[in-house]
């Protein structure tokens, strides 16, 4: 059972482009959405988080925007750079559960 | 620096033999996960604990057992080890509730031969 579907797969971009990655969820009791970012090697570490109530949040680079009426999300990176080559998950939560659920992963690729 | 320990980095095993992981939190996170991770699949949920002394299923348990016999350690136990078992499993710490950020270890190569 997936509950919080990620597309695409495997994406590539040249450098200097926008990359968008997006997901959508089925549990309408989802409030919490954070991107995690993992590089070869290496676990994921959290990138960029929005709530609920949001539905915009930017972090220089990196901008997530919520849609609750269609139950998805997405993460747009700005001026992509080789550096943001990783396989990024999207994930979910709410205030009552105990464990966020992910997504199957994006693995992302920026030539220069 | 708050972190998350995994250990060993890498491990081969025999089939049917007893395999341990280790993870060590210093966040003083109440909850702890163990996750898989495979191509296709992304991150699958193992088992998880809510603190010292508990441990719960998560999405894929069958044959792993969880320890957690404090607040910092929290090990993961294949006791007859698969060739299935073949995976990179990482430790994860969070705060309570299922609106809180994961810190993750670095991960646990195993091949299972």
């Known amino acids: 059972q997936q509950q919080v579907r990620q597309s695409p797969q495997s994406l590539t971009v040249w450098e200097g482009g926008t990359t968008v990655l997006t997901c959508s969820y089925e549990d309408s009791t989802f409030n919490y959405f954070p991107w995690y970012q993992q590089f070869p090697g290496e676990g994921p570490a959290l990138l960029i988080s929005?709530?609920?109530?949001?539905d915009k949040k930017e972090d220089g680079r990196f901008t997530t925007f919520f849609n609750k009426r269609e139950k998805k999300l997405s993460l747009h990176i700005i001026d992509s750079q080789p550096g943001d080559s990783a396989t990024y998950f999207c994930?979910?939560?709410?205030?009552?559960?105990?464990?966020?659920?992910f997504g199957g992963g994006t693995r992302l690729t920026v030539r220069p | 620096e708050a972190a998350v320990t995994q250990s060993p980095r890498n491990k081969v095993a025999v089939t049917g033999g007893k395999v341990t992981l280790s993870c060590n939190q210093t966040n003083n996170h109440n909850n702890m996960y163990w996750y898989r991770q495979d191509t296709g699949h992304g991150l699958r949920l193992i088992h998880y604990?809510?603190?010292?002394?508990?441990?719960e299923k998560g999405d894929i348990p069958d044959g792993y057992k969880a320890s957690r016999p404090s607040q910092e350690n929290f090990s993961l136990i294949l006791e007859l080890a698969t060739p299935s078992q073949t995976s990179v499993y990482f430790c994860a710490s969070g705060d309570a509730g299922g609106n809180s950020d994961y810190t993750f270890g670095s991960g646990t190569r195993l091949l299972v031969i």
């Open positions: 929005i709530l609920s109530v949001s």
């Open positions: 604990s809510y603190g010292a002394g508990s441990t």
């Open positions: 994930a979910a939560g709410n205030n009552a559960g105990a464990k966020l659920t």
